[in-house]
């Protein structure tokens, strides 16, 4: 089956650091990829997403390219703000009939002003 | 508009106690999820619905059971609750690829 594994957290930055938490995936096939977010308190949003290879996402300064020969789909911000801090999660959808995402563990990242 | 919603918010149950919880939907999306977050585990499917009067098992449905009677409801039932079920308690919708989460329940069972 497929799964996706992300760098554990937590993350600290300082604000206006380089942020880049890494995600890999495995499949059978091609999976659309996601990253969604998740704010103390909060349900999870979608934050970027690609659905074929070399595809970039890209939202309120986040990217995340989708590289099939590496299987991975990594998170990059140029600079960080403190009201980003929450957690992030890496995510993929392979089942067409179901959509279901299969979900990372999550990475936290702290930034500190 | 408002989205996903989920009730209720919190709840405490006692071993063996069942509980509903209820996932409500106002953008007439046909496909529709319940997930649990447990730390360091990201999000488990426990049971899905691609329509109404349709469920189906996920990865983790044991102890679970769901009805989706109406399109914009999705029902998710403990008959008999156990420590293990304690877990925050995520319902998503969708039409395309994207999907749209509630809020999130925490349940603890004790």
């Known amino acids: 089956g497929n799964s996706v594994t992300q760098m554990e957290g937590p993350v600290t930055l300082s604000e206006e650091a380089f942020l880049t938490i890494n995600c890999t995936y495995t499949?059978?096939?091609?999976?659309?990829l996601f990253w969604y977010v998740q704010y103390p308190g909060e349900g999870l949003q979608l934050l970027l997403k690609?659905?074929?290879?070399?595809d970039k996402g890209s939202n309120k300064g986040f990217e995340a390219t989708y590289r099939k020969e590496t299987t991975s789909f990594h998170l990059e911000k140029g600079s960080v703000q403190v009201s980003d801090s929450a957690v992030y999660f890496c995510?993929?959808?392979?089942?067409?009939?179901?959509?279901?995402?299969?979900f990372g563990s999550g990475t936290r990242l702290q930034v500190q002003p | 508009n408002a989205g996903v919603t989920q009730t209720p918010k919190f709840r405490v149950l006692k071993t063996g106690q069942s509980m509903t919880l209820l996932c409500a939907q106002d953008?007439?999306?046909?496909?529709m999820y319940w997930y649990r977050q447990d730390p360091g585990m990201g999000l488990r499917l426990i049971h899905y619905s691609v329509g109404e009067g349709t469920t189906a098992k996920g990865e983790v449905p044991d102890g679970y059971n769901v009805s989706r009677l109406k399109k914009q409801n999705f029902l998710l039932g403990l008959e008999s609750a156990a420590p293990s079920q304690t877990s925050v308690y995520f319902c998503a919708s969708s039409y395309g690829l994207v999907k749209y989460f509630g809020p999130g329940t925490r349940l603890t069972v004790t």
């Open positions: 499949a059978t096939g091609y999976p659309s």
């Open positions: 995510a993929s959808i392979q089942d067409t009939g179901r959509r279901a995402l299969t």
């Open positions: 953008m007439n999306h046909e496909y």
């Open positions: 690609a659905t074929k290879a070399d």
